[in-house]
Each structure stands twice: as structure tokens, then as C-alpha cells.
DNA sequence: TAAAATACTACTAAAACCATAGGAATATAG
DNA sequence: CTATATTCCTATGGTTTTAGTAGTATTTTA
């Protein structure tokens, strides 16, 4: 099981744009650098983050993505939804039809059980918490 | 970020072999049918959890398959890791480069977790686990 | 020796993934 | 009001993965 690039890019560049948080519009050219990902691609990306909300945008010479929203109020799992899809979907949760057999049944409470366990953690932290872990790491480098 | 079919066909058709462990061989045929899985897809995925060892064949009439282990050294993190493959890369776990950014390090940081938590889950659990549950399971729908 | 099972290998259609490309729309500065 | 910097939109393409299908070979039992 693979988390995709397309994930890991798009939580990369929120985490950027919420460390500029408070030094204003950060611009796609800036994020594709830095994370050395193609400019066009990382537009798709932020442009689907910014679909569901996440940030705003400014068009135009100086402008560029803010967060929509303070990084403590923005959890983790809302924009992990948002690149990678619902977690873990199971079949027969939607069409509501019985299990063919136990074996089915069962599997399924494991899936769910994983699935709540990925929840968990990304539910529990909000782009704030990365954004805490990244300054003190910062510090870090640079004593 | 969804399970693939292959792992949840996988993990249905390897309890079906637990279950019936005390009754021997289980012939791909009758998991087929129980399942409602293509013989010949079914096969092949059999054929991947036999690579790996977990469970032993016999060919000719009255063959099929047993368990390798008894269920409770089966663990469920085995299984997964055959049909799913490695739970989660993170590229520069492999390729020791440094992080380019800060924001890598971090999210990083932040896949581990959430790869710790699934591994977390599926290693505590055995095949006699699911055994446990599917028979108990089984009562409640005799009474 | 016939039948029942697994074992092996090749092929394929469809979807997902990871981009690349070009141009339209909009805002700012001078 | 014009040039420039930026986002916005949409189409396209190559590669890989997924979820099978198919055919034949091999082994075991009765």
C-alpha cells in the first residue's frame, strides 16, 4: 500500500503556504522550487486543495496561496481526503446487501479497525502541530 | 487510499483456510464459489500466499490447501505484507539523501506515524484472531 | 488410465498515476 | 492603458497497476 506522490506533494505545499501563513501569499513557483516538483503539476495539486477549501488564492504580480483558514483549524485528515480519497473504503459498507459468507464479514471489521486507525492520527493533528514541528526543527539547524 | 481487491480477496480466502483447518485440504474451487471470486484470479493470489509460505498444497483429487502454521503464528501483518506489498515507502527512507526542505522532513515524519498505527493493528492480530471472531460470529447466526 | 486437482505462463482491457502543454483570465505597477 | 506576473482551465500522453481471462502442463488418487 502506497501513499501517492500526489499526496505527499500536496501535503509538502500546504505545509508550506502555512508556514508563510503569516508573511502572506505564497506563489506555486516559490513551493515548486523548494520541493523541486514541476510547477504545472503542483498547480493541479493546490488547485485541488484549494477546491475543497483549504486556501485562497490571489491572482496577479504578488499574489499566490494563503491558508483559508488558521493552520490550528485545518486537520490533517481533511486534506489527506481531499488528495488521496476517502480512506480505505470497504465494498459492502455502501451497497448494503448481507456478506456472502463470515470470511467477508470478518475481513471487513479489519479493515475498518486499520481504517480507524489511520483516522486517528490524522484527525488528532492539525497543520499547526506540523507547523510547530517544523519550526523547532529549524532551530535546530540553525544553532 | 484504497485496499486493493487482491488484498481483500487475499485475506478472505486465507481465513477460509483457517477456518476449515482441523477439516483439511480446502480446494480453491470451493473458495471460489463461497466467495463469489473468479477461480483462475483466485488461484493466483493463493499462489502468492503460498510463495510466502503461509500456506501448504496438495495436488490431485481430494488436494488443496492447509495451513503452513497453526493460525495464532500467522499474523495478519504476514498476509498483508504478501498481497499488498511493503506497507507504505517513503522515498528517502531508501535513498539516503537529505530531506530537500523542511517541509519534507516533517510530513515524512507524519507518514511514519500513520504507517506505524497500520502496522500497528494488523501485527497484534493473528489468523486465529479472525478465527476466533468468524466462529463466534457463526453462533450467534445458529441460535 | 481417467479424472481431479494444483502450477505455470502469457495475454489484455481498463483505470489510475504522474505528469506536460498551451492558452485564458485577472490583478498590479508604472 | 499597457506590460507583466500570476492563477485558472482543459486537453493530452506515457507508464504502471489492477483485475482479471485463457491455455496448457504437472501431479496425485482411485
Chains 1, 2 share one sequence.
Not at 48 to 58: D, N
Not at 83 to 91: D, N, Q, R, Y
Request: with cysteine; hydrophobic share 45%; charged share 25%.
Amino acid at each position: 500500500m502506497k501513499i501517492s506522490t500526489r499526496t505527499r506533494y500536496g501535503m509538502r505545499a500546504i505545509l508550506e503556504i502555512a508556514l508563510a501563513y503569516k508573511a502572506g501569499p505564497l506563489q506555486i513557483k516559490v513551493i515548486a522550487e523548494r520541493q523541486n516538483i514541476s510547477n504545472k503539476y503542483l498547480e493541479q495539486l493546490i488547485a485541488i486543495i484549494k477546491s475543497a477549501g483549504l486556501v485562497r488564492s490571489m491572482r496577479g504580480p504578488h499574489g499566490g496561496y494563503v491558508l483559508a483558514k488558521s493552520p490550528e483549524d485545518i486537520k490533517l485528515s481533511e486534506i489527506f481526503r481531499v488528495l488521496e480519497g476517502p480512506v480505505f473504503t470497504v465494498e459492502c459498507v455502501e451497497n448494503k446487501e448481507a456478506c456472502a459468507s463470515f470470511a467477508d464479514c470478518i475481513t471487513r471489521r479489519l479493515w475498518i479497525e486499520v481504517n480507524d486507525a489511520i483516522l486517528n492520527v490524522l484527525t488528532n493533528k492539525t497543520l499547526q502541530d506540523l507547523v510547530e514541528m517544523a519550526e523547532k526543527e529549524k532551530l535546530n539547524y540553525q544553532i
